[in-house]
Nanobody, 124 residues
Framework: QVQLVESGGGLVQAGGSLRLSCAAS????????MAWFRQAPGKVREFVAA????????YYADSVKDRFTISRDNAKNMVYLQMSSLKPEDAAAYYC?????????????????WGQGTQVTVSS
């Protein structure tokens, strides 16, 4: 089992940057594929980015490609989401998620574990 805690959200101006962190506790963190999702008020939870167990490969939603970077440090049980060139439409609660098995799934229902979320607000 894995427990996930996100941090790093906040208020940023459009065009600015933020780095989100996700601290994982529990066994065998390196065996889990990790992802970030986000959910704005009144909208469904949407996929943002995913990363393999080793961190060797990553995959992004088209809306964030070339602006966001997902990474992980298995020695520290951490996953990160570096966000740059932020837009007002990026504002949402951001969630870290973990799953066993395949990686890169965009369907949130396939993820076994979730954090509580961290809020990102982007002012125009």
């Amino acid at each position: 089992q894995v427990q996930l805690v996100e941090s790093g959200g906040g208020l940023v101006q459009a065009g600015g940057s933020l780095r989100l962190s996700c601290a994982a506790s529990g066994r065998a963190f390196s065996r889990y594929a990790m992802a970030w999702f986000r959910q704005a008020p009144g909208k469904v939870r949407e996929f943002v980015a995913a990363i393999t167990w080793s961190g060797g490969s990553s995959y992004y939603a088209d809306s964030v490609k070339d602006r966001f970077t997902i990474s992980r440090d298995n020695a520290k049980n951490m996953v990160y989401l570096q966000m740059s060139s932020l837009k007002p439409e990026d504002a949402a609660a951001y969630y870290c998620a973990a799953k066993s098995g395949t990686w890169g799934d965009r369907n949130p229902r396939l993820y076994n574990y979730w954090g509580q979320g961290t809020q990102v607000t982007v002012s125009s």
